[in-house]
């Protein structure tokens, strides 16, 4: 069906088109929601940038049994909680965070790539999305909460916690009411929580016994200040902890997972890229003055996220009635819009290419959406840009990658739930890493 590609978290029953147009598509979800689907720039345009956008829709039971039920900032459906949390969230994510994360992200890549047979198997071939996920969890864990923590183990939650939070999202309340079927997510989602909460806590311990706070006043500091003036509850400290630290394991994780076999698989892309590097930084390591330097690799993760994106889907509840693209649209109505299609269908000369020709002139904001824009927008666009040139550049810089059998991202198995991510069941996923010192790393 047309609108599957395009919509599979919901899994939908029925479609009023048949065809791409430019007619917005109706669907109804399981969970018997209205859902109406844009695709087009102006449609994303109208919707992004208007304040009565901001809310999201799901499954009131399934976020209250994720936590995120008028708590935390992902999918906090109560505009007025949510603009008390996003506050938060922004003077973590710029400022001083944002020049603090180069240095915190060749810290934590080198000291990772220091003890790759962790992530290796006896073949020599290298877990990359477990080397990825723990090296976001590390970087976001030394930036926002500043407490040890097992790696292989808070990961093995997050993924957890995450099937979780994507299969109960959209469930009609009829599910809910059959302990079986939602027990095990439930059991997830409590694991993940469990653990942080000790975490967090003995984060609560360290601020009561610090003698000086002044320079160590991170993210987590802050809601717990807040919680102590009773500006947020604990439940809500806690939720917005832990969206924190998932939602680069998360999603940032898979994005340079697609970055590298796209790499592996463009030999010109990947000469380029090390050809910027060299230019810019020569034999040292990236600074916070050279993010900004490095055209080419900026270029090439634009184009990495429009050509593969993980986030392809944005939704939206219209908070009063209003137009769109001469559409009518009801107070109340669930919107999706369709960002990966859009990148597909405009502006770009060659769209369903992979190229870094698709962004050697300037593209404008509306044609180009990773992060999405306007009051919802992704709090965290400007330190994911600069902790994917770090990681990028100081892993290449190492390292050259090839795939295996020539595993690409386009024959690779996907699952498009909440974000779309590879089959972790299909072979092949590994990577072989090669010292780019080494005459094996020249000959290719």
Partial sequence: MPCSSSYNPASPMICSAGRWSSTPFLVVN?????????????????????????????????LQCVGMHENGIIFNNNPA??????PFFMKALSGPGLVRMVAICVESIKAHLDRLEEVTNASGYVDVLTLMRRIMLDT???????????ESAIVTKIQGYFNAWQALLLKPDIFFKIS???????????????????????????ISKAEKLEDSMDFATQLIFAEKRGDLT???????????????????????????????????????????????????????????????????????????????????????????DGYPVKKGTNIILNLGRMHRLEFFPKPNEFTLENFEKNVPYR?????????????????????????????????????????????????NDLSLHPDEADGLLEMVFTPRSSDKCLEN
Wanted: contains cysteine.
């Fill in 234 to 324: 604990k439940e809500n400290v806690n939720q917005c902890i832990l969206e924190m630290l998932i939602a680069a394991p998360d999603t940032m994780s898979v994005s340079v997972f697609f970055m590298l076999f796209l790499i592996a698989k463009h030999p010109k892309v990947e000469e380029a890229l090390m050809k910027d590097i060299q230019t810019v930084l020569g034999e040292r390591d990236i600074s916070i003055d050279d993010v900004p330097k490095l055209k080419v690799v900026e270029n090439f993760i634009y184009e990495s996220m429009r050509y593969q994106p993980v986030v392809d889907l944005v939704m939206r509840k219209a908070l009063q009635d209003d137009v769109i």
């Fill in 367 to 415: 044609y180009f959406q990773p992060f999405g824009f306007g009051p919802r927008a992704c709090a965290g666009k400007f330190i994911a840009m600069v902790m994917m040139k770090s990681i990028l550049v100081t892993l290449l810089k190492r390292f050259h990658v090839k795939s295996l059998q020539e595993k690409c991202v386009e024959n690779m198995q996907k699952k």
């Fill in 81 to 86: 909680l949510w603009k008390v949390i996003r």
């Fill in 180 to 206: 079986w079927l939602y027990k095990k997510y439930e059991k997830s989602v409590k694991e993940l929580k469990d653990a942080l909460e000790i975490l967090i806590e003995e984060k609560r311990h360290q």
């Fill in 30 to 62: 399981p969970a018997q929601q209205l859902v109406t689907l844009f695709f087009r720039s102006s449609s994303m345009l109208h919707v992004m940038k208007h304040s009565h956008y901001i809310s999201r829709f799901g499954s009131k039971l399934g």
């Fill in 140 to 150: 976001s864990n030394m930036l926002f909460l500043g407490i040890p923590l097992d």
